[in-house]
């Protein structure tokens, strides 16, 4: 089981650091990305990290901005998101699949077998 948890609201400029915790199996030998859903829009990959953590893939819209990082020792894999914009406000899901995903299917969806519940991030302007 994966919780996604550190969703809140905050002002344009403003950080939030999002955590996806799993529960019945060790997170460090699962590949784990995190994806978010705005309303009306279709899911969009936003940061991603192999088991190994040997690739990371962030998506155009946050390179600069968030970053990627796991603590086996707490299960948990983090996402630090700095100088949130407006446009960042959505549903924010972490997705774990065992093994090393290859870089170039890191981003996507349907590689992944778990996924949690949800965590609202709301910027305002």
């Known amino acids: 089981q994966l919780q996604a948890s550190g969703g809140g609201l905050v002002q344009s400029g403003g950080s939030l650091t999002l955590s996806c915790t799993a529960s019945?199996?060790?997170?460090?030998?699962?590949?784990t990305g995190w994806f978010r859903q705005a309303p009306g829009k279709e899911r969009e990959a936003i940061s991603c990290?192999?088991?190994?953590?040997?690739?990371?893939y962030y998506g155009d819209s946050v390179k600069g901005r968030f970053t990627i990082s796991r603590d086996n020792a707490k299960n948990t894999v983090y996402l630090q998101m700095n100088m949130l914009k407006p446009e960042d406000t959505a549903v924010y899901y972490c997705?774990?699949?065992?093994?090393?995903?290859?870089?170039?299917?890191?981003?996507?969806?349907?590689?992944?077998?778990?996924w949690g519940q949800g965590t609202q991030v709301t910027v305002s302007s």
């Open positions: 019945g199996f060790n997170l460090e030998y699962y590949s």
């Open positions: 990290i192999s088991s190994s953590d040997a690739d990371t």
């Open positions: 997705a774990s699949r065992f093994g090393r995903v290859n870089s170039g299917s890191l981003h996507l969806g349907h590689v992944y077998s778990y």
